[in-house]
């Protein structure tokens, strides 16, 4: 089946900096990558997604990057705000999604 | 509310005991997925429901765990003569169809077995 990795599994930063994570996929076959923040308590939410069609998407201050061959998927925050401080998992899917296992993001202020 | 709904938020249950967490999707997503989510990992795939069947229930770890979503909408995941290790987050998720759709995902029960 799929496998995930996801790297760090922490990350500080300072308010205003970039935020890089990264994640690998062992099954070639998978065609959608969707990143999902937790907040405490919560449920996962989606913040964005790619197919693998693209490779590249960016939503105003997050964008993800997705390079096939080498099966390894990256989420990119800029300007990080305080209110970014949470778990974030990357995922991959052929039938179902296999979730890495988590970074958790603080933005210091 | 729009979202995904399950009850309990919390459940404490002795071990060897049977519990029954409920799941309700958005309305008219046929796509419905459990997930087990232990503290500091990943969600991990239980089972996937397209309308009324089980399409795949391969991540179920053991026979004490059952679903069911009877009439194509709520779903209910069962545990019988629960463990402690059986202790996680249980998140349910819901699409509208079987294809690259965003899951959304109910707030979790938090099961813990003592």
């Known amino acids: 089946g799929e496998n995930v990795e996801q790297h760090p599994s922490t990350l500080s930063v300072q308010e205003g900096d970039s935020a890089v994570i990264k994640c690998t996929y062992s099954d070639s076959a998978s065609n959608y990558f969707p990143w999902y923040k937790q907040e405490l308590g919560k449920g996962p939410q989606l913040i964005i997604d790619i197919r693998s069609n693209v490779g590249e998407k960016k939503d105003q201050r997050i964008a993800v990057t997705l390079n096939k061959t080498a099966k390894h998927f990256s989420l990119h925050i800029t300007e990080t705000q305080p209110e970014d401080s949470a778990v974030y998992f990357c995922a991959a899917q052929r039938e179902q999604l296999t979730f890495g296992s988590g970074t958790q993001l603080t933005v210091l202020p | ?114």
């Open chain 2, 1 to 114: 509310g729009a979202g995904v709904s399950q009850t309990p938020s919390n459940k404490v249950t002795e071990k060897g005991k049977y519990v029954e967490l409920r799941c309700d999707p958005i309305s008219g997503h046929t796509a419905l997925y459990w997930y087990r989510q232990s503290l500091g990992q990943g969600p991990e795939f239980l089972i996937y429901f397209q309308g009324t069947g089980a399409a795949d229930d391969s991540g179920l770890p053991n026979d004490r765990f059952f679903a069911v979503r009877p009439e194509g909408s709520v779903s209910t995941l069962k545990i019988q003569r629960t463990e402690r290790g059986d202790s996680a987050v249980y998140l349910c998720a819901s699409r509208l169809g079987a294809g690259n759709t965003e899951a959304f995902f109910g707030q979790g029960t938090r099961l813990t077995v003592v």
